[in-house]
């Protein structure tokens, strides 16, 4: 027995040896061995490959890749121009100009140019192993319709029977899917891929689209992966792509999308569920110039779908500092948003919308949302609660202010509500209505009615704050800014109504108080109702009503009246513009005033008053009539030096009436009585003048009377004459010294002499 080993052993080297024409010493045991597995290995792969490249003919292959098709996609069929083999310790399966269709009306599904599969050997014999897919430039269908897509049709065999049009009985059946029961069986996918895994790699891929509404397009994938396809684990895939995005007129929208994840095949097959983890990463977002800017994006999935369309499971969304998650429930067609919540990072959103906000302070204020979304027939049905988390800041030189925001909307019904904190008191604002998201008018008349209700508690309006809101710096009126552009539209408003109510709103000495109601319709804004009352001591009050519309063509008409009942005229400081500032006294009496704008302001506004110990300012008579006093000294040969004694006339009062009429055109004063003063001053006038835009002169005559003036000059009375355009008209010297009985003294030193109408 050890004679007839040692001859095995020997007799690779005896060969060897034979070969080269002579014999040799036997080589050692190790390295004959050695050879022997050489030799065993060439002359097993060498059958191996006789034994698989009989196996492995083209016309196999083929039926093979048929086969696989057919029960992975039995409503399409797939077309092979050639078919090439090569053998080597890979078999390499070249595949060009593939197609697959639907067999029902011949609907494109999937065109690839070049596919090469990568067969390991070992892998066939043993059944276990990679197999490499590679396919180049290929070309996807999505089409779709309104009863199904090219894929649900694919998916399911075609009815056997042509009764009628067959292509609606075999949409007809993509849609009701497979019955409970109709197992698939893939047992030529299922012997494949019990031990085998394929990777694939997909290269420069285009999905070609149409939808029902006509709308097409086409998507690029610069790389789309599987690896470790197979029916016992997860099955992991990875996708690249720049994404481009059309925007009508404005331009596309690009950015980078890189996606990974997984699935289980076995899943898919056999239980027509699909469960598949995945991670999205959007970046480097190429918007067109004055839109939005997008952060990086990254979302999360966990979905599991099964074959009657129904589907569970997490979703989670990141970007900048911003987060939304929700649990999907429902179908495909139908899904349910549940624990809907939204954490929107203000700061992210402002710089989303390119919005400037140097004057706000954000800070970590977000604004959160919370409830559930349901979508239904195309139609979303929201129930939502949202709100922000911390105030935001507002800040300027002059105001600073929070804001709160909190609101819901539910069943189609919306109630917001805002809280301001600024000026030592708060403004509330509530917004209620209905609103059909899924029907949103195209015209602002067309929504449905609202209810907007403000209240301002306990505000301190300071006369330098109030009026940087009123009035411009330079506080110069100009006439062109009075004008109304002409609208080729007429303004449209949503219907609704509006309360306002003021409480004790401090702008001077007495509270301020307000209640008014705005009736907004399609064309008009109306003022039903307004009442503004100050209150203070011993029943004064202003009581202010008003009725204000806004109709079409941007015209806006109104009434208001003020009835001022010993009212502090203090009160009113704030609203008041600075040339007007030096003005007191306790008023009574009304103003009734008529408005309307078309192309510029028309106005009527009447006036009957009285006023007590008070001061007017400003009106600077004694300027006025200084040289006509000097004039008087001269002609009498004196000289008095009591102009001083002047300085204070036109100041204090203990008595003022005022009767007149104010139009945007001219200004009548029926009656203007001015009494009382230490210097015991008595002013009576009347007249007219005109706006500087009228070609008209004015006319308006005045007589002053003080003690000092009989005491000083023997003047009983100083009658003026002031005239010429705008509302500061010159004065006529002439009238007085001719009234006075000095034109015939003296020569009149200022050249004034005019023609003028005889005094009243």
């Not at 699909?274 to 990254?298: C, D, M, R, S, Y």
């Not at 239904?376 to 804001?403: D, H, V």
Request: contains cysteine; glycine residues 6%; charged residues 25%.
């Amino acid at each position: 027995m050890a004679l007839k080993r040692d001859f095995w052993l020997n007799l690779p080297q005896l060969c060897l040896s034979k070969i080269r024409g002579r014999w040799s010493i036997p080589m050692s045991k190790s390295k004959a061995a050695v050879f022997v597995g050489i030799t065993i290995c060439f002359l097993f792969i060498t059958g191996a490959l006789i034994f698989v490249k009989n196996r492995f003919r083209p016309t196999v292959v083929r039926t093979w890749v048929l086969q696989a098709v057919n029960e992975a996609l039995p409503g399409a069929e797939v077309t092979i121009v050639n078919l090439q083999l090569n053998f080597g310790i890979n078999i390499y399966v070249h595949l060009a100009d593939v197609s697959l269709r639907t067999k029902e009306k011949n609907i494109e599904l999937f065109d690839v140019h070049s596919c090469i599969m990568k067969l390991p050997l070992w892998a066939i014999l043993t059944g276990q192993g990679a197999v490499e897919v590679l396919v180049d430039k290929p070309q996807a269908y999505y089409v779709g319709s309104s009863e199904a897509n090219n894929w649900m049709v694919a998916l399911h065999q075609p009815p056997q029977s042509k009764l009628g049009d067959s292509s609606v009985v075999a949409i007809t059946s993509a849609r009701e899917g497979v019955k409970v029961g109709d197992k698939p069986q893939f047992k030529f996918i299922s012997k494949i891929l019990k031990r085998l895994s394929v990777n694939i790699k997909m290269g420069d891929l285009h999905i070609v689209y149409s939808l029902p509404n006509n709308q097409s397009g086409k998507f690029h994938i610069e790389k789309f992966i599987v690896k470790g396809l197979n029916l016992e684990s997860n099955t992991a895939f990875e996708l690249a792509s720049n994404v481009s995005v059309g925007l009508g007129n404005q331009g596309k929208t690009q950015f980078d999308l890189l996606a990974i994840g997984q699935f289980n095949l076995a899943e898919i097959l056999f239980n027509s569920v699909l469960n598949t983890k995945a991670i999205a990463h959007l970046k480097n977002f190429n918007l067109p110039q004055g839109t939005v800017q997008i952060p990086e994006i990254k979302a999360e999935i966990d979905l599991v779908l099964d074959k009657n369309n129904n589907m569970h499971g997490p979703i989670l969304v990141n970007f900048g500092g911003s987060a939304m998650s929700a649990n999907i429930k429902g179908t495909l067609e139908n899904p349910t948003f549940e624990s809907l919540t939204i954490d929107l990072l203000v700061d992210d959103l402002t710089n989303m919308m390119m919005l400037k906000h140097d004057q706000f302070t954000f800070g970590s204020s977000r604004i959160h949302v919370d409830g559930k979304l349901n979508i239904q027939n195309e139609k979303f049905f929201p129930r939502l609660k949202f709100g922000l988390s911390t105030p935001i800041i507002y800040k300027n030189e002059s105001l600073q202010a929070s804001l709160s925001l909190a609101g819901m909307f539910q069943d189609g019904e919306y109630d917001l509500t805002s809280r301001v904190e600024t000026l030592a008191g708060n403004i509330t604002a509530n917004l209620k209505g209905m609103l059909d998201v899924n029907h949103l008018p195209n015209k602002a008349e067309k929504y449905r009615p609202f209810i907007l209700t403000v209240v301002a508690n306990k505000l301190l309006l300071t006369k330098e704050t109030f009026r940087k809101l009123l009035y411009k710096e330079s506080e110069e009126i100009d006439k062109s800014d009075l004008v109304i552009q002409e609208q080729k539209e007429t303004l449209k408003f949503p219907p609704g109504e509006i309360f306002v109510s003021l409480r004790e709103i401090m702008t001077g000495v007495t509270p301020l108080n307000m209640e008014a109601r705005i009736s907004v319709k399609s064309e008009s804004l109306e003022v039903t109702h307004a009442v503004v009352k100050y209150t203070g001591d011993d029943k004064a009050a202003l009581i202010l009503r008003a009725n204000i519309s806004s109709g079409s063509n941007q015209k806006i008409s109104g009434k208001l009246r003020a009835d001022f009942q010993t009212f502090n005229v203090q009160g009113l400081y704030p609203f008041f513009p600075k040339f007007i500032d030096g003005i007191s006294g306790v008023i009574n009496g009304k103003i009734n005033a008529k408005f309307s704008t078309g192309r510029k302001w028309a106005y009527n506004i009447a006036t009957d008053i009285t006023a007590k110990n008070g001061e007017v300012r400003g009106l600077n008579l004694k300027e006025k009539i200084f040289p006509i006093l000097k004039k008087w000294e001269e002609a009498k040969g004196k000289t008095t030096n009591k102009l001083s004694d002047l300085a204070d006339l036109d100041q204090h009062f203990d008595s003022l009436e005022l009767k007149g009429d104010l139009t945007d055109s001219e200004y009548k004063i029926n009656k203007f009585n001015f009494s009382g003063g230490p210097k015991r001053v008595s002013v009576k006038s009347n007249g007219i003048m005109y706006d500087q835009h009228v070609t008209k002169d004015g006319e308006f005559f005045l007589v002053l009377s003080d003690v000092k003036l009989k005491k000083h000059y023997d003047i009983s009375a100083l009658p003026m004459r002031f005239f010429g355009r705008g509302l500061w008209p010159t004065l006529d010297y002439d009238y007085t010294l001719e009234k006075l009985g000095m034109q015939d003294r003296f020569h009149d030193p200022f050249g004034t002499h005019r023609s003028r109408k005889a005094a009243p």
